[in-house]
């Protein structure tokens, strides 16, 4: 079964950091660009970046509203991707979901699967 | 960014009605148009991709159709399982960028 899995969501404070994983199975993780999505409760859905292949140069592509303070990475020979969250603001409060790209270099694709998602909460 | 106006943003139908969902684009997105289905509490799932293709699985009473910058998700007949919110997304230019979800709801 094709899959991804997210972990280290958690409670933190405004400014700090927090590194959250993707972990793939089911297909060949380092074929595929991997997404990061995020959901504020009760809000539609908002793309935060992706990280293409490295086939593709292993490009990464942010939103405004993060870029600077969020990076993507992969380790493929684990089949995972992360998203380190620096200088973290209240309105990063979301559900975080990592989502595999149905193409390589990120572009003109859809998304799935999905993770189930974990959530962020930052405050004080 | 491209912007996405969907609408309605909530409806309620009866089982067996047909429903239909737009989204309409702020500019051309040629065929780059999908359509996801989330349910309560869960993640997206990937209905349509590129305008047309129904991802594998989906039942076939969802399909979906384009004019100019207008897209449509029909549901043939509604079933109770179709509760749901639903997406539309554009993947013709980074950022891609989602429509604001319509809430379906069962009579």
């Known amino acids: 079964e094709v899959q991804v899995v997210e972990s280290g969501g958690g409670l933190v404070q405004p400014g700090r950091s927090l590194r959250l994983s993707c972990t793939g199975s089911g297909f060949t993780f380092g074929d595929y660009a991997m997404t990061w999505v995020r959901q504020a409760p009760g809000k539609g859905l908002q793309w935060v970046g992706f990280?293409?292949?490295?086939?593709?140069?292993?490009?990464?592509e942010y939103a405004a509203s993060v870029k600077g303070r969020f990076t993507i990475s992969r380790d493929d020979s684990k089949s995972i991707a992360y998203l380190q969250m620096n200088s973290l603001k209240t309105e990063d409060t979301a559900v975080y979901f990592c989502t595999r790209d149905g193409r390589a270099d990120g572009r003109r694709g859809w998304f799935d699967p999905w993770g189930q998602g974990t959530l962020v909460t930052v405050s004080s | 960014d491209i912007q996405m106006t969907q609408s309605p943003s909530s409806l309620s139908a009866s089982v067996g009605d047909r429903v239909t969902i737009t989204c309409r684009t702020s500019q051309s997105i040629n065929i780059y148009l999908n359509w996801y289905q989330q349910k309560a509490g869960k993640a997206p799932k990937l209905l349509i991709y590129?305008?047309?293709n129904l991802y594998s699985g989906v039942p076939s009473r969802f399909s979906g159709s384009r004019s100019g910058t207008d897209f449509t998700l029909t549901i043939s007949s509604l079933q109770p399982e179709d509760l749901a919110t639903y997406f539309c997304?554009?993947?013709?230019?980074?950022?891609?960028?989602f429509g604001q979800g319509t809430r379906l709801e069962i009579k």
């Open positions: 590129g305008t047309y």
């Open positions: 990280i293409g292949s490295k086939a593709v140069g292993g490009t990464t």
């Open positions: 997304q554009q993947s013709y230019s980074t950022p891609p960028t």
